[in-house]
């Protein structure tokens, strides 16, 4: 997967997290980001593979938004890994 292809589906990600209130708050409580936070990272690599690796960290939310964004879960760990998650975790 491309840099271009991953950033597009974590701002997909980015969308599905925000559109649930439950999942919304647990992320912002844990980043201890806030609205105006997101908008300005949002098109920072950093930060989009941040919300990749939260959705990671939590089978059933990598299932859920996988499962909404009509994507395997594989995909989305190749995007985190696009996007330089998991450096030095490679095996």
């Known amino acids: 997967m491309d840099n271009e292809a991953a950033q597009a589906l974590a701002l997909q990600c980015v969308v599905f997290i925000m559109g649930e209130d439950a999942l919304r708050d647990r992320f912002l409580a844990l980043s ?4 105006s936070d997101i908008k300005s990272r949002v098109q920072e690599e950093e930060f989009l593979a941040s919300i990749l690796e939260f959705l ?3 089978e059933p939310d990598l299932i859920a ?10 995909t989305l760990v190749t995007a985190w890994r696009a996007l330089g998650g998991g450096k030095g975790q490679e095996w």
């Open 56 to 58: 990671i960290s939590f």
């Open 65 to 74: 938004c996988a499962e909404a964004l009509d994507e395997k879960p594989e």
């Open 32 to 35: 201890g980001l806030d609205g």
